[in-house]
């Protein structure tokens, strides 16, 4: 009668007696009823806890009290009746087993005690949520963590160190308000327990033995961190708040405004040194964190020196991502979801990142309540099982026990962590604003409150860790610090930032247009053809790919000519691997490509495993080609690959939208740091854009690629020929080899620039749209534009000035003519615009009477606005359009009219009289 079910009974309580072993059973039972009842409260407290903690500074209601065990009355008004130990039957008399409430070990004590720490450790100025973690093991290696940190005391040292970071950002902000009044620098009021978390994180960050932290930074209380822990030299930011520029003048860059400054900088920590990178972020301010995300892993791919070329690379334990958000902004925007949702993803995980949320509790001037659904704001990181801890911002010391507990799970698991830092700002959105008009309850609790500096400085007087004159020295010393500072004014200069570590040997692009020999012995161009169709003896290959994608290279390439775009793109991509730049190519689907054209990652039909044939062009090959099939998002994504490109000019970074036009989910990327991070900022990048365009009777969307809003954020000046020194470029090719020059180019010259190439659907496959080995040879380069070298200039009076697709199907058309008057020249680059070649080219002709340009696109769209003041201006010739009319959407619908647009702009050009 030992065991009955799955119950176990020591036989040594039973006796003789039948009642009294009944006596003692029911004993047993009622122990075993109240053990497992407390269970089940201490882990109510765990779930649910976080909802009543004491987490809000400026809470509107009075914070109710906590004592759950006075009524139960409480709990119905928390509406946490879970939290009451009468709903488990418990007494205030009884005796459970617990050790600290930590695993609930076996040892005796009172329910009061238990609930009084579980009231301390979760209902206080803390609040946690980890229930929803994926695996027991991380819950109860939480619990465990969580519950034992916050019983720490903290030393005297640590203490004085907290109250002096924050009375030095308090002080900061007040010589700011005093000596610029007018001035919108989002300063670290309300919210100066940021100071303890970055205090806490880097003394951590230097006993973890990491070596680098990219962080990307909004604007609220940038510059404290920046100048408090960043080496940013205050008499940069006086410098610049008095009109001097933010670089030397030996660089064209126009700079950025006060609260995107940046700091990369090595600091000394207990005597380690760390290299702590702040990106610049616009005012989209979640934005930088993808971004920060991407230059992450570029530097784990450096560190780490692994082979990134495959789905299950690690990353780099020396290296940590830090995205610090604001509340309203992660809730609402986008791209944080799509950031989280990348965190655990092969080809974009960074072994997680830290996060934490300066939580002001407005956004802009709209409260939290009406700016969310979710409870909180960083529910979205449930969407990934990450633990968050919800901290009173008043409480430093519970902010760097919040540190502690995130670092440590972060460490251990390898995963993302939030910390929730609620606090307030003490101006509203920024210093000239007035939060009294839509906040006017919250902001009389806020300017009748002390400040928390003041508040942490006071308590540790009472304490007698300090007195109120070793708080003044704090203040007064760095007031003089701050003074002596703003008198170098005057002769601060700028310091050279610029093509340091990585990036030495490379320079700001030239004024003038440079030739450069992209091209390559034939003989290595085939052999790495060969190779990028070859796969291993065992692998079970798709029978159609074999057919026509392994079968037709291997041939193509032995008798070099017809080479179709995925060919000459594998030789661009295998030559520049051959010469040691890694390639990675990103975007959804790209390992076998929107149009099944590439097939650059073969998958084994039998196991499911993959092949980059790239990857085996030479068997002592040190650059890999990285295939990143992504989730499907563009912003994220495109951020991510961005901050790739900035970090390693040694690595041609490829992004493919699906179709052209998805680029507009990802547009803010290209507005904010594409187009114009070198302006703003010198960030020299080569990310290479690959979007599929063309008018093949798709409808509405993709159709375009909308050319004509890169062309508007382009530099390319109307007064004179560009140079290499325009901000992007933006080319529409006609040929593979085209095409394999572009790639090349990217990675051969001595600067970066992002470039933007309009690619090609219907061409993929096109048999008149194919190029030979020799036109990739080793004289061959980059051509901008091509003539026509069908026609005899002496009998031309006519030409069609086109890019892309049109010209093929200018070309049919002119040969059902017969119409040997007209000449086609081909745009293959917008920008930097080809001024000279077109001239050159023009000059073949003599008998010209009108030059047409020839779209695919609507008039209102496509490259005609961008051309014709150029080409009239520059190159000194009148042009006249011939396309598509305007049109409110890109393309039409109804395939009718598809097909009579089509006659109608390839008829057109033939016959309008001059």
């Not at 924050?166 to 100071?195: P, T, W």
């Amino acid at each position: 009668m030992g065991v009955i079910g799955t119950v176990g009974v020591d036989i040594a309580l039973l006796e003789s007696d039948s009642s009294n072993f009944i006596l003692v059973s029911d004993e047993i039972r009622r122990k075993r009823n109240e053990n497992s009842n407390f269970y089940r409260l201490v882990t109510a407290y765990r779930q649910h806890a976080h909802k009543i903690a004491n987490v809000n500074p400026i809470a509107l209601t009075e914070t109710p009290s906590h004592n759950v065990l006075s009524s139960s009355l409480t709990c119905a008004v928390y509406r946490l009746p879970e939290l009451d130990p009468k709903y488990y039957d418990l007494t205030s008399d009884a005796t459970v087993s617990y050790d600290g409430i930590i695993n609930v070990k076996q040892k005796q004590g009172p329910i009061l005690d238990a609930v009084e720490f579980l009231k301390s450790a979760y209902c206080g100025s803390i609040g946690a949520e980890f229930s929803h973690l994926q695996t027991e093991e991380e819950r109860e290696w939480f619990a465990e963590n969580y519950e034992s940190h916050i019983a720490e005391e903290l030393d005297n040292v640590t203490k004085i160190n907290l109250a002096t970071d924050l009375l030095k950002s308090q002080a900061f902000d007040n010589f700011m308000a005093h000596k610029f009044v007018s001035v919108k620098r989002y300063g670290g009021e309300g919210a100066e327990s940021i100071m303890a978390f970055f205090r806490e994180f880097l003394n951590l960050c230097a006993l973890g033995e990491l070596e680098q932290i990219v962080i990307g930074m909004p604007h609220r209380g940038r510059l404290n961190v920046l100048t408090g822990f960043f080496n940013l030299p205050p008499a940069k930011i006086f410098a610049k708040l008095k009109g001097k520029p933010d670089f030397p003048q030996t660089f064209e860059a126009t700079g950025d405004i006060l609260s995107h400054l940046i700091s990369s900088t090595d600091i000394n920590v207990n005597s380690k040194f760390l290299h702590v990178s702040v990106l610049y972020n616009p005012s989209h301010l979640e934005a930088s964190l993808p971004v920060s995300m991407g230059k992450t892993r570029a530097k784990q791919m450096i560190w780490q020196d692994g082979d990134y070329s495959k789905s299950d690379n690690r990353w780099s334990d020396k290296i940590l991502n830090l995205q610090v958000h604001g509340d309203a902004a992660l809730s609402g925007q986008g791209v944080n979801q799509e950031t989280v949702q990348m965190s655990q993803l092969p080809h974009f995980e960074v072994g997680g990142s830290f996060h934490l949320i300066v939580n002001n509790q407005l956004g802009f001037t709209t409260p939290a309540d009406r700016g969310r659904s979710s409870m909180y704001c960083t529910d979205v990181s449930k969407m990934v099982h990450a633990p968050v801890l919800h901290v009173n911002g008043d409480d430093p010391e519970m902010v760097l026990k919040a540190t502690r507990i995130a670092f440590a799970y972060q460490r251990k698991f390898r995963k993302d962590v939030f910390i929730d830092l609620n606090c307030y700002r003490q101006w509203g959105h920024n210093e000239l604003d007035d939060p009294t008009f839509t906040n006017p309850a919250t902001y009389k609790i806020i300017n009748s409150r002390d400040t928390v500096p003041n508040l942490y400085s006071k308590n540790l007087i009472q304490e007698n860790v300090w007195t109120q004159q070793d708080a003044e020295k704090v203040i007064n010393e760095h007031k003089d610090w701050l003074n002596d500072n703003l008198k170098e004014v005057d002769h601060y200069k700028p310091k050279d930032p610029c093509f340091k570590r990585q990036w030495e040997g490379y320079q700001q692009a030239k004024e003038v247009v440079t030739t450069w020999t992209t091209g390559l012995d034939v003989s290595l161009l085939k052999h790495i053809g060969i190779k990028s169709a070859t796969y291993p003896q065992n692998f079970n290959i798709h029978e159609n790919i074999l057919k026509h994608h392994v079968t037709n290279r291997l041939a193509k390439i032995k008798e070099g000519r017809n080479l179709d775009w995925s060919t000459a793109e594998a030789l661009a991509i295998g030559s520049l691997l051959y010469q040691g730049y890694n390639v990675r190519i990103s975007g959804q689907d790209v390992g076998r490509g929107t149009f099944s054209q590439r097939h650059a990652m073969l998958v084994d039909q039998s196991t499911n495993g993959t092949f980059i044939p790239l990857n085996s062009i030479d068997p002592n090959q040190a650059a890999y080609l990285e295939v990143a099939n992504s989730l499907l998002s563009e912003e994220a994504v495109l951020g991510f690959e961005y901050g790739m490109s900035i970090e390693n000019p040694n690595n041609l970074i490829i992004w493919e939208a699906q179709f052209g036009d998805f680029f507009n989910g990802a547009q803010i990327m290209f507005d904010t740091f594409i187009s114009s991070g070198e302006t703003k900022w010198l960030w020299a990048s080569a990310l290479t854009v690959l979007l599929p365009h063309g008018y093949d009777g798709a409808g509405p969307e993709h159709s375009s690629s909308r050319i004509e809003r890169f062309l508007q954020m382009t530099d390319s000046k109307e007064d004179k020929p560009d140079g290499d020194n325009i901000n992007m470029q933006v080319s529409q090719p006609s040929t593979p080899a085209q095409y394999f020059h572009l790639l090349r180019r990217q990675m051969v010259r001595n600067f970066r620039k992002p470039l933007i190439i309009i690619t090609p659907k219907t061409l993929l496959r096109l048999p008149s749209a194919t190029s030979s080995l020799a036109d990739m040879g080793s004289t061959t380069s980059f051509k901008p534009v091509l003539g026509d070298k069908m026609c005899n200039p002496e009998k031309v009076d006519k030409i069609l000035l086109t890019s892309g697709r049109h010209y093929y199907t200018l070309l049919e058309k002119r040969e059902s003519l017969g119409a040997t008057n007209t000449a086609i020249i081909r745009l293959e680059c917008f920008c930097p615009f080809p001024t000279l070649e077109l001239r050159q080219e023009l000059a073949n002709y003599k008998h010209l009477k009108v030059i047409l340009w020839c779209q695919e696109e609507p008039q209102n769209m496509g490259a005609w606005t961008f051309i014709k003041p150029r080409f009239e201006h520059l190159v000194g010739y009148p042009i006249t359009y011939c396309g598509r009319p305007t049109m409110a959407c890109p393309a039409v619908g109804v395939g009718l009219w598809h097909q009579q647009q089509v006659i109608d702009i390839t008829t057109k050009p033939f016959s309008i009289k001059y």
